[in-house]
Nanobody, 128 residues
Framework: QVQPVESGGGLVQAGGSLRLSCTAS????????MAWFRQAPGKKREGVSC????????LYADSVKGRFTISGDNAKKTVYLQMNSLKPEDTAMYYC?????????????????????WGQGTQVTVGS
């Protein structure tokens, strides 16, 4: 059973940085993708970023391009999300997801319903 576990959330002031981590225990496939999604109160879950294990390619939501960086360590089955220049609108519960299929386009990356494995989430709060 694949079980992603997130860590690294917290409270930070606007303009600050946080680094989220997610380790997917039980992950046996070397290909596929891992992703970060987020959900703010009263809003739909939205895609933030994806990384493909086979070639390390990455995808980002327009709202985080240039501020967030996703990276991964396939040997450790761990993915990171470095978040810089945080804004109050980045406040949300951040979820890690994993799936056996790679994501080629942003549309594929942002479809949460297509990811098979999910973590419990970690809260990120950005003060103004």
């Amino acid at each position: 059973q694949v079980q992603p576990v997130e860590s690294g959330g917290g409270l930070v002031q606007a303009g600050g940085s946080l680094r989220l981590s997610c380790t997917a225990s039980g992950l046996t496939f070397r290909d596929g993708a891992m992703a970060w999604f987020r959900q703010a109160p009263g809003k739909k879950r939205e895609g933030v970023s994806c990384i493909n294990w086979n070639d390390g390619s990455t995808l980002y939501a327009d709202s985080v391009k240039g501020r967030f960086t996703i990276s991964g360590d396939n040997a450790k089955k761990t993915v990171y999300l470095q978040m810089n220049s945080l804004k109050p609108e980045d406040t949300a519960m951040y979820y890690c997801a994993a799936d056996i299929a790679a994501r080629i386009t942003w549309r594929e990356c942002s479809r949460s319903q297509d990811f098979g494995y999910w973590g419990q989430g970690t809260q990120v709060t950005v003060g103004s």
